[in-house]
């Protein structure tokens, strides 16, 4: 069972591996909360086989990537699947991004690891101040897509779009696919705009393209 990766510069690698009857498991989730202020400290004995394939499906992901991406974004930063995450995946402020083994068998993961793709796209927002280049405007369209996480923001949704981008490609953003854009009516400097959802869907995509390089050099 490999343990890390590189590709193009990019070291992915799983942390805390067992073996357990010939199988290689990824085990133990600890779930830290807070009850009536007491913290308390639940460890679950879940454990999740982790398969070379998931490897495979990371690898083909990073290959959908520009050059530039892998070498000025994602390459300072190592990709760890962490064991104790339960969903989804995150940055740490060590700059790796992890991926919960949780999520590597979810349906949306098994062709690309769209997880992955969600949190590089926050590296590249970061690195190249994506968002932030972003006029309000356009940060608006952005925001008119539901992201299905807990924080409701630009750069959330920026993340759905880099995935859904590298994923399906532009034509994700004209139909048919799960981050789609429902009409809206904007108040833009005392003016009422109404937007359908395929407008809303141009001016996304738009917004997207506008501020990174999406493209190879
Ligand atoms: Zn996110």
Same mark, same amino acid.
């Given at each position: 069972m490999v343990e890390t990766v590189v590709i193009k510069g990019v070291t992915i690698r799983i942390d805390g591996l067992r073996e357990h009857e010939g199988e290689t498991m990824a085990h133990t989730f600890t779930e830290t909360r807070r009850v009536h202020g007491v913290v308390e400290q639940r460890v679950f004995e879940e454990s999740v086989n982790i398969r070379s394939s998931y490897f495979d499906i990371m690898v083909r992901t990073l290959e959908l990537l520009p050059e530039s991406h892998l070498s000025d974004?994602?390459?300072?930063?190592i990709i760890k699947i962490r064991p104790?995450? /339960?969903?989804g995946g995150g940055s740490g402020q060590d700059g790796y991004i992890y991926i919960s083994p949780f999520s590597l068998d979810n349906r949306y993961n098994r062709v690309h690891n769209q997880t992955l793709l969600h949190e590089i796209g926050h590296k590249v927002d970061h690195h190249y101040h994506a968002v932030d280049n972003m006029t309000a405007l356009r940060q608006n369209f952005l925001r008119h897509v539901h992201h299905d996480g807990g924080t409701q923001s630009a750069s959330e949704a920026y993340g759905d779009c880099y995935m859904d981008y590298f994923h /399906?490609?532009?034509?994700?953003?004209?139909?048919?696919?799960?981050h789609q854009a429902h009409g809206v009516t904007f108040d833009h400097h005392g003016e009422t705009i109404t937007y359908n959802s395929q407008q809303i869907n141009e001016e996304r995509l738009a917004a997207f393209l506008s501020v990174a390089p999406m493209h190879a050099a």
């Open positions: 974004v994602v390459a300072m930063n104790n995450l /339960r969903v /399906r490609g532009a034509s994700a953003f004209s139909g048919g696919f799960s």
